[in-house]
């Protein structure tokens, strides 16, 4: 290389021969960028809350979740809500806005652009929604326990494409794509049901604000006007007045997510070629550098370039987070015998371990029977209902929603101890159905290849 110059990687710190860059920094984005990692982390900040909640320093634990934080403005009250109440209704929107940019990215350009693609996993994930549904309310059929209906609709996207990650070359690609397209029509499953059946004291003057600000976030893109921080503030006070309207505010980080553009501003000329036409280098200066910048960077999309940034603050900060505040069940022998006598508790693991299994794969079937769709190449039905359990890992989500359907301390922690339960039967058994019905075969190459195992051992 001619001269001092670097190479790209080097030309920053985390890129240097720095002992912390070394050690610390390149070793922790190596572990981001493993796809189990998000589901590690999760799994962590659970037995940390687990462990705190039912340690002698338990009260700390409450201490910190009930804090409030009080905001007023001119002797205006604007806010008051405590740290747990923060971290559901505020960051949790984050986390939802990055599903929602998920959502339009696949409406775009993903598997549900496709009607016939997306036709099979679509099905499958309304089986897995109304089975579990309708198995939890067999067995709780009066209120208060009732409203916990939607609990066990959900799917953790991130735990379950964890536990599919673990088994490496095993897994078709094709079964991957399968699990993610349901679980993106999961979310929506469930945000629909969040929006219409657990929002509480609807105000019509504050949503009516809200709805007029997404109508201005989407003349403001009509009008090509992309100063970032005029999208911010506006998408702040969205989320203000949805929180006051008595919809639930992470439905505002749906809604930002699905107005975000998901097709590139510039598409006409390749990356490379607007450097070449735009740069000179001869004559390089700060306007030109700005200039090739903004037609570089708008010839990715929006979307992609926000889901870029946010997903892993999502995955390794705000799950991690609502985890740790949402996880810390206190655990007695009282409560744990009150809990295998409940229906709630019944009711949750039932419709996630069996409800999910026999409602996805059922649906499934029924799709391919019909012929409205067909199995994914190198897929098996044995692979499809290890998928089907696979998809019984609710946590983040059911939690979410075990959070919004009880008041009651007592059904709210029988809700919480059937979710851990039924989560981790999940993950055990589906992860032993999918390594039993795949194995990796040798290439010619001396490379893995995914294989189906034989019929028998399914």
Request: net charge negative; no cysteine; hydrophobic share 55%.
């Amino acid at each position: 290389m001619a001269g001092n110059q670097l190479p790209p990687s080097q030309l920053t710190w985390i890129g240097s021969d720095k002992r912390l860059a070394r050690t610390v920094a390149r070793p922790v984005l190596n572990f981001m960028a493993i796809e189990a990692a998000s589901g590690i982390v999760l799994v962590i900040a659970t037995i940390i809350a687990l462990v705190w909640a039912n340690s002698p320093w338990s009260g700390s634990y409450h201490e910190i979740l009930d804090l409030h934080l009080v905001i007023d403005f001119g002797g205006t009250h604007i806010l008051d809500e405590s740290v747990e109440h923060l971290i559901n209704d505020g960051l949790m929107a984050i986390f939802f806005f990055v599903v929602g940019l998920e959502i339009k990215r696949e409406l775009v350009a993903g598997e549900l652009r496709d009607p016939r693609a997306a036709a099979l996993p679509s099905i499958a994930a309304i089986g897995g929604m109304v089975v579990p549904a309708g198995l939890y309310f067999m067995l709780n059929t009066s209120s208060p326990e009732s409203a916990g209906w939607g609990i066990p609709m959900a799917t953790d996207i991130a735990f379950a494409l964890g536990v599919m990650s673990l088994l490496g070359k095993r897994v078709p690609t094709q079964l991957k794509l399968f699990l993610l397209t349901l679980a993106i029509v999961d979310d929506v499953g469930a945000i629909a049901v969040i929006a219409i059946f657990y929002s509480k004291g609807f105000s019509a003057p504050w949503f009516a604000i809200a709805v007029g600000l997404l109508v201005l976030l989407f003349i403001m893109q009509k009008a090509k006007i992309w100063y970032t921080p005029v999208y911010v503030l506006i998408g702040v006070v969205v989320w203000y007045a949805v929180l006051e309207s008595g919809v639930h505010a992470t439905i505002a980080g749906v809604a930002l997510g699905l107005l975000t553009p998901a097709t590139p501003l510039q598409r006409e000329v390749k990356p490379g070629e607007v450097v070449g036409t735009v740069v000179d280098p001869e004559d390089l200066n700060a306007a030109s550098a700005r200039r090739a910048n903004l037609y570089v960077r708008e010839s990715v999309s929006v979307a992609e370039r926000l889901e870029t940034l946010i997903h892993p603050f999502s995955s390794f900060i705000i799950l991690p987070v609502f985890a740790l505040a949402n996880a810390g069940i206190e655990l007695s022998l009282d409560g744990i015998r009150d809990a295998s006598t409940s229906t709630v508790t019944l009711g949750i693991i039932l419709g996630l371990v069996v409800g999910k299994t026999v409602g996805v794969t059922l649906f499934a079937y029924l799709a391919v029977a019909s012929g409205i769709s067909s199995l994914p190449r190198n897929v098996t039905w044995p692979q499809v209902v290890a998928v089907a359990m696979l998809a019984g890992i609710g946590f983040t989500v059911a939690l979410f929603i075990t959070g919004l359907a009880f008041e009651e301390e007592l059904l709210d922690t029988q809700a919480r101890m059937g979710i851990l339960l039924a989560s981790l039967l999940a993950s055990v058994l589906g992860a032993f159905l999918l390594a039993r019905s795949t194995r990796p075969i040798p290439n010619d190459d001396g490379e893995s290849a995914t294989s189906p195992a034989p019929a028998e051992v399914s």
